[in-house]
Each structure stands twice: as C-alpha cells, then as structure tokens.
C-alpha cells in the first residue's frame, strides 16, 4: 500500500523535471493552486494524477517543452531571492532617476551652447565695428590738423 502512494506522488524536483520547468515554477503553481501541496513530515509531495493533468494542459495550450515557446524561441526562468529583487528596483529607480537628471543636464549643456554661439556672432559684429573704428583713427591720425579741425578728409 505503501509503495502505491509513493507512485502517485512526487517530489518537487521530479515534477520540475516531468513538467520541464524549474522547482521555483512548480512551488508557484503550488501557491496558484495549480497544484496540490502534500506535506508528509518536512518533505513536500505533489499529486502525479495532476502532474499529468498540468502537462497535458500546457501541451493543448501551446507550450512546446521546456525552454521553449510556443514560437520555438527559447525562453528563460530567472529565479531571484525578494531581498536581491528589490535591491535591483531601487537601483533601477536610481538609474532612471539619474538618467532624468543626465537628460536635464544635456538639455541645460544645448541651452548654453546656443547661447555661446550667439554670443559668438555678437563678439564678431563687435569685433568688426572696433575694426572699423581703428581703420577710421589711423585715417584721422593721418590727417593734417586742419583737415581734423574742420572735418575735411
């Protein structure tokens, strides 16, 4: 009797291996209630009638086997521990909080250049007229002082 029970239960592990997903996928359809959690002492047991049941569903809806999609791309599990999870939220969020801020940055940097080459161009008009003004004091300079005195050139 014994050994009929032992058939019609598996580990968590087996079922991993017989529905070609991971332990972590197993215990979630576990707490989905997807599958039946039978605890004997400290070791954990799913049915192997649902098992059964589970695959035959998968393979009705599209999954094509482990690793697979039902495109035959491959997919992955990732499994991470909460702690692990949430410290990589708060570095996201710190990485898009300095990203607004490098973006603001380089707005701020385009602002400046534009302004830079405006006030290029205006040093430039000023730097012409302050030629223009030199060239008109050499020409003065040259002048006899009656031709300064009464503006004749």
């Known amino acids: 009797m014994r050994k009929a029970l032992l058939r019609q ?25 997807r599958l039946t959690r039978i605890r004997e002492s400290s070791r954990v047991y ?6 059964r049941n589970l695959r035959a569903s ?7 086997g482990p690793g697979r999609t039902a495109h035959g791309d491959i997919k992955a599990t990732v499994t991470l521990e ?3 999870y949430e410290e990589l939220l708060t570095r996201l969020g710190q990485l898009e ?16 250049k534009t302004a830079l080459v ?17 060239e008109e004091l ?3 300079r040259r ?4 031709q300064k005195l009464f503006g004749r050139r």
């Open 9 to 33: 239960k598996v580990s968590i592990q087996v079922a991993a291996k017989i529905l070609g997903v991971s332990r972590g996928t197993v215990i979630r359809y576990m707490d989905r209630d």
């Open 46 to 51: 799913v049915p192997m009638d649902e098992i």
């Open 58 to 64: 998968r393979k009705k809806s599209g999954g094509s």
């Open 82 to 84: 909460r702690d692990h």
């Open 97 to 112: 909080s300095e990203n607004q801020h490098l973006l603001e940055y380089k707005n701020d940097l385009v602002d400046i």
């Open 118 to 134: 405006d006030r290029e161009k205006d040093l430039g008009e000023v730097m012409a007229k302050l030629l223009m003004a030199e």
């Open 138 to 140: 050499k020409k003065v």
């Open 143 to 146: 002048m006899a002082w009656w």
